[in-house]
């Protein structure tokens, strides 16, 4: 039988939670570089909140992925036939590609990968293509957190946010942590290290965060937005820093959201409030990994990946980030 390429297309911009209509799986002839390019099958399929953004036509920091184009996404492979000198079949590569077994690399998109020894092709490409990165420029840059200080951190069992916490304890902070589950509240605090967690489902986010954060907040890393964040607003300390990184309670919102109700804090308390996109610090990208990397070694970081199989799955587990059903880095395992 002869292979084809199965390739997930954008057919629907969604509406709340994303439907079975809004990407189709199709089965495509396997693309041929032409002179200078390369193709790659794919390895890993990282999944990530912000697939939701690029599926919609909100206002956002990249072109929405066109209807009928395949899907944008993360993704590590391996190179497969290659016209371009730079790259060798063989080669394991990573960057923005998209939800295909077989691809050609859009040009400087990406990047051949090299794992620091000791940390395998998948955790690598979990922990620093995107997750690793974001959590150690916007804590670090943006957070600026200094020893004994409280650092809450939200999504805080999930891929960015349960590196956040730790690298908070490594800079000797206070490091609080809001998940959807207790077990998820469970392996931060225990497994970890945080100091404390907060199960935003279950308990009262503000009282808990008074109890979590006697001496108040000074740098919430915002992954979620909404009545989190209004909550965190209340409790910040005078030039306390909010790294705005992700805002996943309305990324699936049918009408409006209302602003924070707490917004004023910002001049109450003379807050630092600041959105970043990880991609703004792609040249110093080798500092994140070797900092990342040597922590890894030294046992001072873990790092949980939730592998998922197989390509045809990837909507059905993308679903997963939304209603807290991962725990650690999504990825999908292809081939
Ligand atoms: N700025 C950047 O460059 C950048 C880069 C990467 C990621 N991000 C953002 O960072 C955030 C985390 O991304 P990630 O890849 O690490 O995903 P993740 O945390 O591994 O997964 C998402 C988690 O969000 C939580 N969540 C979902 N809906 C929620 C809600 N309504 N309220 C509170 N928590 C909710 C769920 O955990 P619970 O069970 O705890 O609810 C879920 O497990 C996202 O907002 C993402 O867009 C930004």
């Given at each position: ?5 199965r ?17 189709s ?6 693309p ?13 399929l990282?999944?990530?909140p ?10 956002q920091?990249m ?9 944008r ?7 497969v ?10 080669d ?16 400087g ?21 995107v ?5 150690y ?9 200094k020893p004994?200080e409280?650092?809450?951190v939200?999504?805080?069992?999930g ?9 908070a ?5 206070r490091?609080v942590?809001?998940?959807?589950s207790?077990?998820?509240?469970d ?7 945080f ?9 009262d986010?503000?009282?808990?965060l008074?109890?979590a ?20 607003f ?10 705005t990184c992700g ?5 699936n919102?049918?009408?409006e959201?209302?602003?924070?109700k707490?917004?004023?804090?910002i ?5 630092k409030v ?5 991609l703004d610090y792609?040249n ?9 990397g ?17 390509l045809?799955?990837?909507?059905i ?5 939304y ?9 999908i395992?292809?081939?």
């Amino acid at each position: 039988m002869t292979e084809t390429n199965r390739v997930w297309r954008l057919r629907k911009r969604p509406v709340g939670i994303i439907g079975d209509d809004v990407l189709s799986f199709e089965h495509e002839a396997i693309p041929e570089p032409t002179d200078g390019q390369f193709s790659f099958r794919l390895n890993y399929l990282s999944l990530d909140p912000t697939n939701r953004i690029w599926m919609s036509d909100m206002d956002q920091y990249m072109p929405p992925v066109e209807l009928g184009a395949a899907m944008r996404g993360i993704v590590c492979g391996t190179v497969v036939k290659s016209k371009n000198p730079n790259f060798a079949v063989g080669d394991v590569v990573s960057g923005l590609g998209t939800w295909a077994d077989y691809q050609i690399a859009a040009p400087g998109m990406i990047n051949k990968m090299g794992p620091p020894s000791g940390v395998s092709v998948g955790d690598a490409f979990g922990l620093f293509a995107v997750v690793g990165p974001t959590a150690y420029f916007g804590l670090l840059d943006l957070g600026d957190p200094k020893p004994g200080e409280t650092v809450v951190v939200s999504a805080a069992a999930g891929a960015v946010g349960s590196i956040v916490g730790q690298i908070a304890k490594i800079k000797n902070c206070r490091a609080v942590g809001l998940a959807g589950s207790d077990a998820k509240c469970d392996w931060i605090v225990k497994e970890l290290g945080f100091d404390a967690a907060i199960n935003y489902k279950k308990d009262d986010v503000a009282s808990a965060l008074k109890r979590a954060c006697p001496k108040g907040i000074d740098v919430y890393f915002d992954n979620v937005g909404g009545e989190i964040l209004d909550a965190c607003f209340k409790q910040m300390n005078l030039q306390g820093r909010i790294p705005t990184c992700g805002f996943i309670s309305q990324y699936n919102a049918t009408s409006e959201v209302p602003g924070p109700k707490n917004y004023p804090m910002i001049l109450m308390q003379r807050l630092k409030v600041q959105g970043f996109i990880v991609l703004d610090y792609a040249n110093r990208y080798p500092e994140a990994i070797t900092a990342l990397g040597g922590w890894l070694a030294q046992g001072k970081l873990k790092f949980k990946v939730d592998m998922q199989e197989g390509l045809e799955t990837a909507v059905i587990n993308l679903r997963k980030l939304y209603t807290g059903e991962n725990q650690g880095k999504l990825m999908i395992h292809v081939a």
